[in-house]
């Protein structure tokens, strides 16, 4: 698959690492925000996100990343974690940074559009911006883990949330448990 993964500056930056460790073997084209930078050396101990050479890296100001095009082809987008922020402006069709221009081509060239949200509480204003999202045709797969294969690490509570992104980008893996799956 030939997949963009977009990181933005909400909680999470697990998240978006376990994903690119479980993406070997796609073509994959990546887009951090400034603050998704920060966030990452904060919740990583200082680390910076571990990217293969093999996927390309673009500024979040430059709109001469492939992707911000509906003429280039790619297979789907992932935004992991998404702020409340980058939601809400991909869902007001603002174009104001790659991010958000390339969810915008996603979504006008119905291309598989996934949004990883990290929030909680929720406000009214960021139920309304997923309804809208869904009614545009985005995927909405908030980062809320499961419990039912009974996580020991925090990895593995992170990797209930990954295997359902991985399933809806179609990749196969074996990061958690299925539901009422035998153990062996």
């Given amino acids: ?26 073509e994959v084209h990546l887009v951090l925000s400034d603050y998704a930078k920060e966030v990452a050396a904060l919740e990583l101990d200082g680390a910076k ?26 297979d789907a987008m992932v935004v992991i974690p998404c702020s409340m922020g980058t939601l809400g402006r991909i869902a007001s069709g603002t174009s104001d940074d790659t991010i958000c221009r390339a969810a915008d081509v996603f979504l006008k060239e119905r291309r598989k559009l996934i949004l990883v949200p990290r929030e909680t509480p929720y406000s009214l ?8 999202l ?3 045709g985005a995927d909405i797969i908030p980062a809320t883990p499961s419990f039912y294969s009974r996580p020991q690490t925090v990895q593995q509570v992170v990797d209930t949330v990954v295997a359902r992104v991985l399933d809806h980008l179609g990749i196969e893996h074996n990061l958690a448990k299925r539901w009422m799956e035998d153990k062996s």
């Fill in 1 to 26: 698959m030939k997949l963009v993964v977009a990181i933005t500056g909400a909680s999470g930056a697990l998240y978006a690492q376990r994903l690119l460790d479980h993406l070997r073997g796609q």
């Fill in 49 to 74: 996100l571990v990217v293969s050479d093999d996927v390309v890296c673009y500024d979040n100001r430059s709109m001469r990343a492939p992707f911000v095009s509906g003429s280039a082809r790619f």
């Fill in 125 to 132: 204003i960021h139920v309304r911006n997923m309804e809208r």
């Fill in 134 to 136: 869904l009614e545009a």
